[in-house]
């Protein structure tokens, strides 16, 4: 039998942990034994140094060492909880091994979506999971809330989820304007290297290596709302150039998100088959808050001429003042735009340039 002194115990709970996160008090009591209630005050001491942590309730705790990258935690929601801390408390001193601009990215992308679980989601509990994919990193924040897509839904009277989804990529879109710019998910999703975002039956995926965006329907009646953060350790991104490719520095020389991108497919909803106005007007939807717009027309292979009408005259007549970029526009596509106008030179105008 082993000595109970307690720097073996400890010792022994700081080598067990990672092979019993959680069954280390029954493992730890029958090894030197004595009580659970003593493991526990040997496991508490632990925590309050902060070698390991604890998630869960008593009995379905489960331990980690805090340099331990692979994590399943669950925190219940309160007032007090704070996405700081639990970054520097959980997830900081493993990641600190990552590059400075990869560390960086997770820290500022990890602290928005925790931040918007606390303040939007009306759920009891959320999860973070941590995990090593080969070379990448993953990040999951996992809420039992309301669900995103269905709130974004009712707060602005959408027709369906779905057009939740398209209208939230697109930035400046929150449910509380006054305490959020809406900017959070925006920068995330592209500072990551694959963003994906899920509720209930609908998710919505961004590779923003292969530059691949879509959303999908699947049934998997999962409750509230998950995000997965992917990243490569070798990522060159950096905040700094992101947050530079969608801001613009006012009079005063502080930057302001005034710029999106946004994929036209993303607009076409079931079975439609051709861009219509109805899905101009989808797209169209919030863009009156920024200054420049990129319009990608990836995988658009025709338009229609009540979209070309909604888009290229009414809107761009009604804020003369948007600059617009449209990029992988088709010869077809720009044949349909400049078919369509009575005066394409005048329609168009200085505030328009096509990309191939």
């Known amino acids: 039998m082993i000595s109970a002194r307690p720097q073996k115990i400890q010792n022994f709970l700081l080598a067990e942990i990672p092979d019993h996160p959680r069954d280390i008090v029954s493992v730890t009591a029958e090894t030197f034994n004595v009580t659970r209630t003593t493991v526990h005050r040997h496991l508490s001491k632990l925590i309050r140094s902060?070698?390991?942590?604890?998630?869960?309730?008593t009995n379905?705790?489960?331990?980690?060492?805090?340099?331990?990258?692979?994590?399943?935690?669950?925190?219940?929601i309160k007032p007090d909880l704070d996405e700081n801390q639990i970054w520097m408390d959980c997830l900081a001193?493993?990641?600190?091994?990552?590059?400075?601009?990869?560390f960086g990215i997770c820290e500022y992308s990890f602290g928005v979506i925790f931040n918007n679980v606390l303040e939007h989601s009306?759920?009891?509990?959320?999860?973070?999971?941590t995990a090593w994919k080969g070379d990448s990193l993953q990040i999951d924040v996992v809420d039992d809330g309301l669900g995103i897509f269905r709130k974004l839904q009712a707060t602005f009277n959408l027709a369906s989820e779905r057009e939740g989804v398209l209208q939230l990529i697109k930035g400046r879109l929150t449910t509380d304007p006054q305490q959020h710019t809406g900017e959070g998910i925006f920068f995330a999703s592209r500072l990551v290297?694959?963003?994906?975002?899920?509720?209930?039956?609908?998710?919505?995926?961004?590779?923003?290596?292969?530059?691949?965006w879509f959303i999908e329907t699947r049934d998997t009646g999962l409750p509230g709302t998950g995000v997965s953060l992917l990243i490569n350790r070798d990522c060159t991104r950096t905040l700094a150039e992101v947050f530079a490719r969608y801001t613009t520095e006012d009079a005063e020389g502080i930057p302001r998100f005034d710029r999106?991108?946004?994929?036209?497919?993303?607009?076409?909803?079931?079975?439609?088959?051709?861009?219509?106005?109805?899905?101009?007007k989808r797209l169209l939807l919030g863009l009156d808050k920024f200054k420049h717009v990129i319009m990608d027309f990836k995988n658009v292979r025709t338009v229609g001429q009540g979209f070309v009408d909604e888009v290229f005259r009414v809107f761009r007549n009604r804020h003369p003042e948007i600059k617009f970029?449209?990029?992988n526009v088709t010869d077809d596509v720009q044949f349909m735009i400049e078919r369509s106008l009575p005066d394409p030179v005048?329609?168009?105008g200085k505030n328009f340039l096509y990309h191939h």
């Open 50 to 57: 902060r070698e390991i942590i604890k998630s869960g309730t």
């Open 60 to 76: 379905g705790a489960t331990y980690y060492l805090k340099s331990a990258v692979n994590k399943n935690l669950s925190f219940e």
């Open 93 to 102: 001193e493993p990641l600190s091994v990552l590059p400075d601009n990869v």
């Open 325 to 327: 970029k449209f990029i």
């Open 122 to 129: 009306a759920g009891k509990t959320v999860r973070v999971l």
């Open 193 to 212: 290297d694959r963003f994906f975002i899920w509720s209930y039956d609908l998710s919505y995926y961004q590779d923003n290596i292969e530059h691949d």
């Open 260 to 280: 999106t991108h946004i994929m036209v497919e993303l607009s076409r909803f079931g079975e439609e088959r051709y861009v219509s106005r109805s899905q101009a």
């Open 346 to 348: 005048s329609h168009l």
